[in-house]
């Protein structure tokens, strides 16, 4: 069975420093979402792309936060400063033409 | 804005005996109700959606709009059953396939 794989699974970083939570997404799939989850709370959801552009995204997402699709087949998530309280699990997930949610393994980030 | 509430953080039962996540939401419109399952240290995976009405693993899940509930069921539980399940919610439209998530419930099921 196809999988959503991301990675690395465990980030450590300093903060203020700039990361990339990289995903390959299942590749006939079309939409591409970013959530995460803080330790003890709900996933949330942050960003959606579709057609090589940001359909939807969340509060949480502000400038700090940038999606791309470099190549056709990696979905980057960057930070651009890290902060502390960006310390999460951070899931990628995709999704065909109906639904059918794929999520990957996960990355989660520790910022120190 | 959509909301979905899970009120048990945990729920402890014992095999074989009956079990019930509830799950409520709000939204004016018509959602998309979903139920995740999240095995130790595995990825989130789909259970059920409301609109196949499918039993999976013996759970079941339906909708009530009326008291916008959509508690996840199953008659007997199996010690493998232990897990985090999530309730999420999809408005469609323009949000295709965002979904909001619930707090989450772990299940354990004890021998």
């Known amino acids: 069975e196809p999988e959503v794989t991301q990675t690395p699974s465990h980030q450590v970083t300093q903060m203020g420093q700039e990361v990339i939570l990289r995903c390959v997404p299942i590749s006939n799939h079309l939409y591409f979402y970013w959530y995460r989850q803080i330790l003890g709370q709900k996933v949330e959801f942050l960003v959606s792309?579709?057609?090589?552009?940001?359909?939807?995204k969340s509060e949480i997402f502000d400038d700090q936060f940038s999606v791309e699709r470099p190549d056709g087949s990696n979905f980057t998530l960057k930070i651009r400063s890290t902060k502390l309280e960006d310390s999460a699990m951070y899931f990628c997930a995709s999704l065909p033409d109906s639904y059918g949610y794929t999520f990957g393994s996960g990355t989660r980030l520790t910022v120190v | 804005a959509q909301r979905v509430t899970q009120p048990e953080k945990l729920l402890s039962v014992f095999k074989g005996a009956p079990v019930e996540l509830k799950c409520n939401y709000s939204y004016s419109g018509s959602p998309e109700l979903f139920w995740y399952v999240q095995y130790s240290r595995q990825r989130l995976q789909l259970l059920l959606r409301h609109i196949s009405r499918e039993s999976i693993k013996g759970f079941t899940a339906d909708l009530n709009k009326g008291e916008t509930s959509f508690h996840l069921k199953k008659p007997f539980a199996q010690e493998e059953d232990s897990a985090m399940y999530y309730c999420a919610l999809s408005a469609g439209g323009t949000s295709y396939g965002k979904l909001t998530f619930g707090q989450g419930t772990i299940l354990t099921v004890h021998p």
């Open positions: 792309f579709y057609n090589n552009e940001i359909s939807e």
